[in-house]
């Protein structure tokens, strides 16, 4: 590869929505401010003798947040389950999403991009994720509605176990 990749700034930010195995159509967040993620994994430590004898990772998991000045209701309802209906025809067209105490979180995928200086690109790629933490929607006097996300991605089982990969293109390539 020609030239160093030095990713800048969150150029895009898509959803994919998942029905068990098969992956949806993504979902553009238009004005998405942050992805964010974070790898851990617990360890369960063996004591013997007054010391440390062995160590044993519980698995990693990746944990991740996700902000956007406004968000769509296909959008939310990938990240948060529910429903978004649909009434009425242009140019009197209502979408209603509505969310029962009895919708379970949906699994979904994140993938974000940067852009690079050396006119390539970087994408960030969560496969199987769930906002275990919460979805937060802020409507405040004099500002645009921000909404955030954050939960935890782990392995995924329809793709060898990834939890997250990392993928660098000399040419810059949109999200598809």
Known sequence: MAGESLPYGLRDVKITPYTGSTAGTPIDLPNARTFSFEESEEFTELRGD??????????????????SGGISLEAYAAING?????????PNEVKTYGKKSTDPKPRFGIEGQALSESGGDFHAVLTNCKASDGVEGELSDGSFWLTSASGTALGDADNDDLIYEFVQNETATPIP
């Open 82 to 90: 529910g429903t978004v209906t649909v009434s009425g025809v242009t």
């Open 50 to 67: 007054d010391k440390v004898v062995a160590s044993r990772g519980q698995g990693a998991t990746v944990g991740w947040e996700l902000e």
